[in-house]
Protein backbone atom coordinates (compact mmCIF):
# COMPACT_ATOMS: atom_id res chain seq x y z
CA UNK A 1 0.00 0.00 0.00
CA UNK A 2 1.69 3.37 -1.04
CA UNK A 3 2.66 5.29 2.30
CA UNK A 4 0.00 8.04 1.14
CA UNK A 5 -3.03 5.91 1.63
CA UNK A 6 -2.54 4.86 5.12
CA UNK A 7 -4.42 6.25 7.94
CA UNK A 8 -2.86 9.37 8.48
CA UNK A 9 -1.45 8.26 11.98
CA UNK A 10 0.26 5.31 11.03
CA UNK A 11 1.81 6.92 7.95
CA UNK A 12 3.64 9.54 10.73
CA UNK A 13 4.75 6.94 12.58
CA UNK A 14 6.21 5.05 10.17
CA UNK A 15 7.81 8.11 8.90
CA UNK A 16 8.61 9.57 12.56
CA UNK A 17 10.28 5.86 12.66
CA UNK A 18 12.13 6.17 9.64
CA UNK A 19 13.90 9.71 10.47
CA UNK A 20 14.17 8.50 13.94
CA UNK A 21 16.62 6.07 12.91
CA UNK A 22 18.11 8.09 10.60
CA UNK A 23 18.58 10.67 12.98
CA UNK A 24 20.45 8.31 15.43
CA UNK A 25 23.25 7.02 13.29
CA UNK A 26 26.10 9.14 13.27
CA UNK A 27 27.89 10.74 10.30
CA UNK A 28 30.84 11.85 9.88
CA UNK A 29 30.44 15.47 9.20
CA UNK A 30 28.73 15.47 12.84
CA UNK A 31 31.03 13.32 14.43
CA UNK A 32 33.76 15.87 13.46
CA UNK A 33 31.97 19.17 13.64
CA UNK A 34 33.64 20.54 16.14
CA UNK A 35 37.18 19.29 14.80
CA UNK A 36 37.26 20.09 11.17
CA UNK A 37 35.75 19.98 7.84
CA UNK A 38 35.34 16.43 6.64
CA UNK A 39 35.59 15.64 2.30
CA UNK A 40 36.40 13.29 -0.20
CA UNK A 41 37.53 13.49 -3.40
CA UNK A 42 34.73 13.04 -6.35
CA UNK A 43 35.28 11.96 -10.23
CA UNK A 44 33.18 12.56 -12.75
CA UNK A 45 31.07 9.30 -12.97
CA UNK A 46 29.76 10.64 -9.35
CA UNK A 47 28.83 14.09 -10.66
CA UNK A 48 26.76 12.10 -13.45
CA UNK A 49 24.79 9.64 -11.19
CA UNK A 50 26.77 6.84 -12.67
CA UNK A 51 28.10 6.10 -9.49
CA UNK A 52 25.29 6.34 -6.69
CA UNK A 53 27.06 4.18 -3.64
CA UNK A 54 29.49 7.46 -3.74
CA UNK A 55 26.96 9.82 -4.14
CA UNK A 56 24.89 8.77 -1.02
CA UNK A 57 28.42 8.51 0.82
CA UNK A 58 29.08 12.03 0.00
CA UNK A 59 25.86 13.55 1.12
CA UNK A 60 25.35 11.95 3.77
CA UNK A 61 29.02 12.07 5.83
CA UNK A 62 31.03 14.75 4.19
CA UNK A 63 30.60 18.50 4.30
CA UNK A 64 33.56 19.46 1.37
CA UNK A 65 34.33 17.99 -1.66
CA UNK A 66 37.60 18.27 -4.45
CA UNK A 67 37.69 17.99 -7.85
CA UNK A 68 39.76 14.47 -8.56
CA UNK A 69 40.27 15.32 -11.97
CA UNK A 70 38.03 17.46 -13.79
CA UNK A 71 40.21 21.11 -12.81
CA UNK A 72 43.61 20.14 -14.14
CA UNK A 73 45.28 22.02 -16.77
CA UNK A 74 45.03 19.58 -19.31
CA UNK A 75 40.94 18.88 -18.74
CA UNK A 76 39.86 22.52 -18.24
CA UNK A 77 42.29 24.27 -20.73
CA UNK A 78 43.32 21.83 -23.11
CA UNK A 79 44.37 24.40 -25.63
CA UNK A 80 45.12 28.05 -25.56
CA UNK A 81 42.42 30.15 -25.49
CA UNK A 82 40.40 27.16 -25.29
CA UNK A 83 38.35 26.20 -22.04
CA UNK A 84 36.34 23.29 -21.55
CA UNK A 85 33.99 24.09 -18.60
CA UNK A 86 31.29 21.32 -18.77
CA UNK A 87 33.11 18.84 -16.24
CA UNK A 88 34.14 21.64 -13.47
CA UNK A 89 30.61 23.42 -13.96
CA UNK A 90 28.97 20.22 -13.42
CA UNK A 91 31.33 19.23 -10.03
CA UNK A 92 30.46 23.17 -8.83
CA UNK A 93 27.04 23.03 -9.15
CA UNK A 94 26.86 19.88 -7.56
CA UNK A 95 28.32 20.91 -4.66
CA UNK A 96 26.53 24.09 -4.29
CA UNK A 97 23.39 22.02 -4.39
CA UNK A 98 24.08 19.77 -1.26
CA UNK A 99 25.99 22.85 0.84
CA UNK A 100 29.41 21.66 0.13
CA UNK A 101 32.67 23.30 1.10
CA UNK A 102 34.15 23.20 -2.24
CA UNK A 103 37.83 23.08 -3.15
CA UNK A 104 39.28 23.39 -6.35
CA UNK A 105 42.25 21.13 -7.12
CA UNK A 106 44.75 22.35 -9.14
CA UNK A 107 45.82 24.93 -10.74
CA UNK A 108 49.88 25.24 -11.20
CA UNK A 109 50.85 21.38 -11.44
CA UNK A 110 53.46 19.60 -13.61
CA UNK A 111 51.57 16.79 -14.00
CA UNK A 112 48.55 16.71 -16.41
CA UNK A 113 49.47 20.01 -17.10
CA UNK A 114 48.51 20.63 -20.76
CA UNK A 115 51.11 19.82 -23.69
CA UNK A 116 50.87 23.44 -25.21
CA UNK A 117 51.01 25.86 -22.03
CA UNK A 118 54.88 25.79 -21.65
CA UNK A 119 55.90 25.93 -25.03
CA UNK A 120 55.65 27.39 -28.48
CA UNK A 121 54.98 26.30 -31.94
CA UNK A 122 58.29 24.76 -32.36
CA UNK A 123 58.20 22.74 -29.10
CA UNK A 124 60.60 25.09 -27.41
CA UNK A 125 59.90 26.57 -23.93
CA UNK A 126 58.17 29.66 -24.15
CA UNK A 127 60.17 32.30 -22.46
CA UNK A 128 59.67 33.80 -18.85
CA UNK A 129 57.20 36.48 -19.99
CA UNK A 130 55.24 34.53 -22.06
CA UNK A 131 54.82 31.61 -19.11
CA UNK A 132 54.04 34.57 -16.43
CA UNK A 133 50.98 35.99 -18.77
CA UNK A 134 49.77 32.13 -19.71
CA UNK A 135 49.88 31.62 -15.82
CA UNK A 136 47.97 34.62 -14.98
CA UNK A 137 45.84 34.38 -17.34
CA UNK A 138 44.29 30.53 -16.39
CA UNK A 139 44.61 31.34 -13.02
CA UNK A 140 42.50 34.53 -13.09
CA UNK A 141 40.48 33.12 -15.50
CA UNK A 142 39.38 29.69 -13.82
CA UNK A 143 38.88 31.27 -10.64
CA UNK A 144 37.28 34.30 -11.63
CA UNK A 145 34.57 31.59 -13.21
CA UNK A 146 33.94 30.12 -9.61
CA UNK A 147 34.25 32.85 -7.53
CA UNK A 148 31.89 32.92 -4.59
CA UNK A 149 31.30 29.31 -4.69
CA UNK A 150 34.98 27.83 -4.53
CA UNK A 151 36.30 28.05 -0.60
CA UNK A 152 40.09 27.42 -1.46
CA UNK A 153 42.34 26.45 -4.29
CA UNK A 154 45.23 24.16 -4.46
CA UNK A 155 47.30 26.88 -6.04
CA UNK A 156 50.49 25.16 -6.55
CA UNK A 157 50.71 21.14 -5.93
CA UNK A 158 53.85 18.96 -5.59
CA UNK A 159 56.69 21.39 -6.44
CA UNK A 160 59.28 20.21 -3.84
CA UNK A 161 61.12 16.99 -4.48
CA UNK A 162 61.87 14.85 -0.90
CA UNK A 163 65.69 15.73 -0.67
CA UNK A 164 63.67 19.25 -0.30
CA UNK A 165 64.78 20.47 -3.99
CA UNK A 166 62.67 22.49 -6.81
CA UNK A 167 61.17 19.73 -8.98
CA UNK A 168 62.57 20.35 -12.15
CA UNK A 169 59.18 20.97 -13.78
CA UNK A 170 58.99 23.31 -16.61
CA UNK A 171 57.28 26.09 -14.57
CA UNK A 172 60.55 26.00 -12.53
CA UNK A 173 62.92 25.05 -15.99
CA UNK A 174 61.35 28.46 -16.81
CA UNK A 175 60.33 30.84 -14.49
CA UNK A 176 63.00 29.36 -11.67
CA UNK A 177 61.48 29.80 -7.80
CA UNK A 178 59.64 32.40 -8.67
CA UNK A 179 57.03 30.72 -10.33
CA UNK A 180 55.51 29.62 -6.75
CA UNK A 181 55.09 33.15 -5.36
CA UNK A 182 53.84 35.03 -8.44
CA UNK A 183 50.85 32.18 -8.54
CA UNK A 184 49.98 32.83 -5.16
CA UNK A 185 50.19 36.72 -6.14
CA UNK A 186 47.94 35.86 -9.47
CA UNK A 187 45.63 33.57 -7.30
CA UNK A 188 45.27 36.74 -4.91
CA UNK A 189 44.28 39.48 -7.38
CA UNK A 190 42.07 36.83 -8.84
CA UNK A 191 40.11 36.34 -6.25
CA UNK A 192 41.11 38.12 -2.77
CA UNK A 193 38.21 35.82 -0.58
CA UNK A 194 39.53 32.52 -1.71
CA UNK A 195 41.54 30.68 0.57
CA UNK A 196 44.94 29.22 -1.08
CA UNK A 197 46.89 26.38 -0.59
CA UNK A 198 50.25 24.62 -1.33
CA UNK A 199 50.03 20.79 -1.53
CA UNK A 200 52.35 18.26 -1.91
CA UNK A 201 52.38 14.21 -1.02
CA UNK A 202 55.03 13.04 1.02
CA UNK A 203 55.32 16.09 3.53
CA UNK A 204 56.35 13.71 6.26
CA UNK A 205 59.98 13.58 5.07
CA UNK A 206 62.06 15.90 6.85
CA UNK A 207 63.81 17.68 4.03
CA UNK A 208 60.52 18.59 2.37
CA UNK A 209 58.97 20.06 5.46
CA UNK A 210 61.78 22.03 5.80
CA UNK A 211 61.73 23.32 2.40
CA UNK A 212 58.01 24.11 2.42
CA UNK A 213 58.15 26.05 5.59
CA UNK A 214 60.87 28.18 4.40
CA UNK A 215 59.22 28.35 1.13
CA UNK A 216 56.21 29.40 3.15
CA UNK A 217 57.84 31.91 5.45
CA UNK A 218 59.57 33.56 2.64
CA UNK A 219 56.33 33.91 0.55
CA UNK A 220 54.68 35.93 3.80
CA UNK A 221 57.62 38.16 4.58
CA UNK A 222 57.06 39.36 1.14
CA UNK A 223 53.47 39.99 2.08
CA UNK A 224 52.04 36.72 0.19
CA UNK A 225 49.15 35.18 1.62
CA UNK A 226 49.05 31.05 1.85
CA UNK A 227 46.25 30.22 4.33
CA UNK A 228 47.04 26.52 4.44
CA UNK A 229 49.87 24.23 3.58
CA UNK A 230 48.21 20.98 2.48
CA UNK A 231 49.65 17.49 3.28
CA UNK A 232 47.65 14.60 0.65
CA UNK A 233 48.56 12.37 2.83
CA UNK A 234 48.90 9.09 0.80
CA UNK A 235 49.86 6.47 2.76
CA UNK A 236 50.66 2.65 2.90
CA UNK A 237 51.17 -0.12 5.87
CA UNK A 238 55.15 0.96 6.61
CA UNK A 239 55.10 4.52 5.51
CA UNK A 240 54.98 7.18 6.77
CA UNK A 241 56.54 7.30 10.15
CA UNK A 242 53.71 8.87 12.49
CA UNK A 243 56.23 10.77 14.25
CA UNK A 244 57.64 12.78 11.71
CA UNK A 245 54.12 12.91 10.15
CA UNK A 246 53.15 14.63 13.53
CA UNK A 247 56.59 16.80 13.71
CA UNK A 248 55.19 18.22 10.01
CA UNK A 249 52.10 19.50 11.34
CA UNK A 250 53.57 20.86 14.38
CA UNK A 251 56.59 22.96 11.55
CA UNK A 252 53.81 23.59 9.24
CA UNK A 253 51.81 25.27 12.11
CA UNK A 254 54.57 27.22 13.04
CA UNK A 255 53.96 29.08 10.03
CA UNK A 256 51.04 30.89 11.16
CA UNK A 257 49.21 28.47 8.24
CA UNK A 258 46.80 26.17 8.79
CA UNK A 259 47.19 22.54 7.89
CA UNK A 260 44.39 20.86 5.76
CA UNK A 261 45.12 16.82 4.84
CA UNK A 262 44.17 17.04 1.49
CA UNK A 263 44.35 13.68 0.00
CA UNK A 264 44.09 11.19 2.71
CA UNK A 265 44.07 7.32 1.48
CA UNK A 266 46.49 4.11 2.96
CA UNK A 267 47.60 1.31 0.73
CA UNK A 268 46.44 -2.04 2.13
CA UNK A 269 49.10 -4.06 -0.20
CA UNK A 270 52.85 -4.35 -0.11
CA UNK A 271 54.14 -1.24 -0.94
CA UNK A 272 55.83 -0.62 -4.42
CA UNK A 273 56.14 3.04 -4.64
CA UNK A 274 55.75 5.85 -1.82
CA UNK A 275 55.36 8.14 -4.19
CA UNK A 276 52.22 9.54 -5.56
CA UNK A 277 53.61 10.54 -8.84
CA UNK A 278 51.53 8.80 -11.33
CA UNK A 279 54.44 8.35 -13.73
CA UNK A 280 55.99 6.22 -11.28
CA UNK A 281 54.06 2.68 -12.31
CA UNK A 282 54.70 -0.93 -12.52
CA UNK A 283 54.04 -3.31 -15.03
CA UNK A 284 51.52 -5.66 -13.48
CA UNK A 285 52.59 -8.82 -11.19
CA UNK A 286 50.70 -10.69 -9.65
CA UNK A 287 52.83 -11.12 -6.57
CA UNK A 288 52.22 -6.92 -6.24
CA UNK A 289 48.17 -7.99 -6.14
CA UNK A 290 47.68 -10.43 -3.71
CA UNK A 291 44.21 -9.89 -2.18
CA UNK A 292 41.98 -10.06 -5.23
CA UNK A 293 39.17 -11.62 -3.04
CA UNK A 294 39.49 -9.48 -0.54
CA UNK A 295 41.83 -8.90 2.33
CA UNK A 296 42.87 -11.53 4.89
CA UNK A 297 41.61 -10.74 8.70
CA UNK A 298 44.80 -9.85 10.10
CA UNK A 299 46.15 -7.62 7.42
CA UNK A 300 42.44 -5.67 7.98
CA UNK A 301 42.68 -5.56 11.65
CA UNK A 302 46.04 -4.08 11.42
CA UNK A 303 44.74 -1.64 8.21
CA UNK A 304 42.20 -0.52 11.14
CA UNK A 305 44.59 -0.12 13.85
CA UNK A 306 47.07 2.24 11.36
CA UNK A 307 44.33 4.22 9.94
CA UNK A 308 42.92 4.77 13.80
CA UNK A 309 46.46 6.43 15.12
CA UNK A 310 46.17 8.73 12.06
CA UNK A 311 43.07 9.84 13.07
CA UNK A 312 44.22 10.47 16.80
CA UNK A 313 46.46 12.24 15.37
CA UNK A 314 44.58 14.25 13.70
CA UNK A 315 42.08 15.13 16.57
CA UNK A 316 45.04 15.83 18.56
CA UNK A 317 46.01 18.54 16.42
CA UNK A 318 42.52 19.84 15.54
CA UNK A 319 43.40 23.78 16.30
CA UNK A 320 45.33 24.19 13.69
CA UNK A 321 44.04 20.84 11.29
CA UNK A 322 41.12 22.71 9.23
CA UNK A 323 39.86 20.13 7.04
CA UNK A 324 40.39 16.71 6.51
CA UNK A 325 39.72 14.81 2.81
CA UNK A 326 39.68 11.35 1.77
CA UNK A 327 41.03 10.67 -1.55
CA UNK A 328 37.92 8.93 -2.93
CA UNK A 329 34.49 7.65 -1.41
CA UNK A 330 34.64 3.67 -1.62
CA UNK A 331 37.38 1.02 -2.23
CA UNK A 332 36.31 0.08 -5.48
CA UNK A 333 36.75 3.60 -7.32
CA UNK A 334 39.81 4.70 -6.06
CA UNK A 335 43.00 5.39 -7.74
CA UNK A 336 45.00 3.25 -5.69
CA UNK A 337 43.33 0.42 -8.05
CA UNK A 338 45.49 1.36 -10.79
CA UNK A 339 48.70 2.55 -9.19
CA UNK A 340 51.54 2.22 -9.12
CA UNK A 341 50.55 -0.82 -10.99
CA UNK A 342 47.06 -1.19 -13.04
CA UNK A 343 44.92 -3.74 -12.35
CA UNK A 344 45.35 -4.26 -8.39
CA UNK A 345 42.36 -4.48 -6.02
CA UNK A 346 42.64 -2.01 -3.43
CA UNK A 347 41.72 -1.33 0.08
CA UNK A 348 42.97 2.46 0.85
CA UNK A 349 39.80 4.50 1.59
CA UNK A 350 37.18 5.30 4.30
CA UNK A 351 34.40 2.73 2.70
CA UNK A 352 34.63 -0.60 1.31
CA UNK A 353 33.13 -1.73 -1.77
CA UNK A 354 29.44 -2.28 -0.51
CA UNK A 355 29.96 1.55 1.11
CA UNK A 356 30.43 0.41 4.27
CA UNK A 357 32.44 2.68 6.62
CA UNK A 358 35.19 0.50 7.74
CA UNK A 359 35.47 -0.60 11.51
CA UNK A 360 37.88 1.50 13.21
CA UNK A 361 35.84 4.99 11.93
CA UNK A 362 32.46 3.21 12.78
CA UNK A 363 33.91 2.19 16.07
CA UNK A 364 34.86 5.48 16.77
CA UNK A 365 31.03 6.69 15.60
CA UNK A 366 29.43 4.10 17.37
CA UNK A 367 31.11 4.94 20.68
CA UNK A 368 31.28 8.86 20.74
CA UNK A 369 28.64 9.13 23.86
CA UNK A 370 30.12 12.79 24.20
CA UNK A 371 30.34 13.76 20.65
CA UNK A 372 27.34 15.41 18.67
CA UNK A 373 25.44 12.66 16.28
O1 LIG B 1 43.23 10.31 -8.46
C1 LIG B 1 43.75 10.95 -9.61
C2 LIG B 1 43.74 10.00 -10.78
O2 LIG B 1 42.41 9.64 -11.13
C3 LIG B 1 44.44 10.63 -11.98
O3 LIG B 1 44.57 9.67 -13.01
C4 LIG B 1 45.81 11.14 -11.56
C5 LIG B 1 46.47 11.91 -12.69
O4 LIG B 1 45.79 13.09 -12.95
O5 LIG B 1 45.72 12.01 -10.45
C6 LIG B 1 45.15 11.41 -9.33
O6 LIG B 1 45.13 12.38 -8.29
C7 LIG B 1 46.40 12.87 -7.86
C8 LIG B 1 46.19 14.30 -7.40
O7 LIG B 1 45.63 15.05 -8.43
C9 LIG B 1 47.51 14.91 -6.94
N1 LIG B 1 48.14 14.11 -5.93
C10 LIG B 1 48.31 12.70 -6.23
C11 LIG B 1 46.96 12.11 -6.64
C12 LIG B 1 47.12 10.62 -6.92
O8 LIG B 1 47.99 10.44 -8.02
Known amino acids: MKLSLLPLSVASLLTLASCATEKQTPT ?3 HFADDFLIGAAINMNHVKGLDPGSDSIVRRHF ?3 VAENCMKCEEIHPAEGTYFWDDADAFVDYGVRNNMA ?3 HTLIWHSQLAPWFPVDSTGAYVSADVLKERMRDHITTVMTRYK ?4 GWDVVNEAIEGDGSYRKS ?3 EILGEEFIPLAFQYAHEADPDAELYINDYGMNMPA ?11 MKSKGLRVDAIGMQSHMGMDYPDFKE ?3 SIEAFASTGCNVMITEWDMSALPTISRSANVSDSVVYNTLFNPYPDGLPADIADRWNSRMDSVTDIFLRHKDVITRV ?4 THDGMSWKNDFPMKGRVEYPLLFDRDCNLKPFMQNRLDNASDRQI
Open 28 to 30: LKD
Open 63 to 65: NSI
Open 102 to 104: IIG
Open 148 to 151: GKIK
Open 170 to 172: PFY
Open 208 to 218: KREAYVRLVND
Open 245 to 247: FEE
Open 325 to 328: TAWG
